[in-house]
């Protein structure tokens, strides 16, 4: 059974920093690409980031240089380390299977207010 928890959301001010992971279980983690998606309120999904099983990245333009995604194959972990944090990227931020996000985790919060 597929199972992506996700950790580290928070409330930050604007220009902060929070990093989030994700931990998975119940497939062979090492061979999938993993993604992170958010949702913010009272919109629809929207992919962030996608890490390979070779670990290329990839980014969304929102995102490019401030957030970073990287993988831990030993831990079965997945984590997004976001920088220079704006109140446009308050959102409920899942980690997922599929770009889609229709195999994702619970999800963690993530608000950037003063």
């Known amino acids: 059974q597929v199972q992506l928890v996700e950790s580290g959301g928070g409330l930050v001010q604007p220009g902060g920093s929070l990093r989030l992971s994700c931990v998975a279980s119940?497939?062979?983690?090492?061979?999938?690409?993993m993604y992170w998606i958010r949702q913010p309120p009272g919109k629809g999904l929207e992919l962030v980031s996608s890490?390979?099983?070779?670990?290329?990245?990839e980014y969304s333009e929102s995102v490019k240089g401030r957030f970073a995604i990287s993988r831990d194959n030993t831990k079965n972990t997945v984590y997004l380390q976001m920088n220079s944090l704006t109140p446009e990227d308050t959102a409920l931020y899942y980690c997922?299977?599929?770009?889609?996000?229709?195999?994702r985790g619970q999800g963690t919060h993530v608000t950037v207010s003063s």
């Open positions: 997922a299977l599929d770009s889609a996000g229709n195999m």
């Open positions: 119940g497939f062979s983690f090492s061979r999938h690409r």
């Open positions: 890490i390979s099983t070779g670990s290329s990245t």
